[in-house]
């Protein structure tokens, strides 16, 4: 069962691996929602001070909400991810754990900004699963 969870960094453990990839997701939603929001607003407003709040719409704003729904989720990720190997409990399980939400993560972008969203739950509800899963890892 370990090709599930095999480091996609292989000299980094598997959960440190999907953690320094998340930070490249993280960085992938953040240039989403500041180019969108940059096509919608112009460059002027984006590089304000953003003193008076613009509204954005369509697909800015679903990169906004999903940027924001990420941030959400990254602590709790990144706090697993750094506890179970602290603590030695990483494992195969653990591994697949930070798998699984990392690859939801991957697909519940597109899925949000394209508007899909009964497939943009049903992933999120898989990337939650993976915090579980390294949450029963770390404490049992």
Same mark, same amino acid.
């Given at each position: 069962?370990?090709?599930? =969870?095999?480091?996609?960094?292989?000299?980094?453990?598997?959960?440190? #691996?999907? %953690? *320094? !990839?998340?930070?490249v997701?993280? @960085?992938?939603?953040i240039?989403?929602?500041?180019?969108?929001?940059?096509?919608?607003?112009?460059?002027?407003?984006?590089?304000?001070?953003?003193?008076?709040?613009?509204?954005?719409?369509?697909?800015?704003?679903?990169?906004?909400? =999903?940027?924001?729904?990420?941030?959400?989720t990254f602590?709790?990720? #990144?706090? %697993? *991810? !750094?506890?179970?190997?602290?603590? @030695?409990?990483?494992?195969w399980?653990?591994?697949?754990?930070?798998?699984?939400?990392?690859?939801?993560?991957?697909?519940?972008?597109?899925?949000?900004?394209?508007?899909?969203?009964?497939?943009?739950?049903?992933?999120?509800?898989?990337?939650?699963?993976?915090?579980?899963?390294?949450f029963?890892?770390?404490?049992?």
């Amino acid at each position: 069962m370990d090709f599930l =969870a095999a480091s996609p960094i292989p000299w980094l453990p598997t959960e440190i #691996a999907y %953690l *320094a !990839l998340g930070l490249v997701l993280l @960085g992938v939603h953040i240039n989403f929602q500041s180019i969108l929001l940059t096509i919608q607003l112009g460059s002027d407003y984006n590089t304000s001070a953003r003193d008076e709040e613009r509204k954005v719409t369509g697909v800015a704003a679903r990169a906004e909400r =999903a940027l924001r729904n990420f941030n959400e989720t990254f602590p709790a990720f #990144a706090v %697993l *991810a !750094l506890a179970v190997n602290v603590t @030695g409990s990483a494992d195969w399980w653990t591994g697949f754990g930070a798998a699984l939400w990392f690859w939801s993560r991957v697909a519940y972008l597109p899925l949000y900004l394209y508007g899909v969203a009964r497939w943009r739950s049903a992933v999120f509800i898989l990337s939650a699963i993976g915090l579980v899963i390294l949450f029963v890892g770390l404490v049992f």
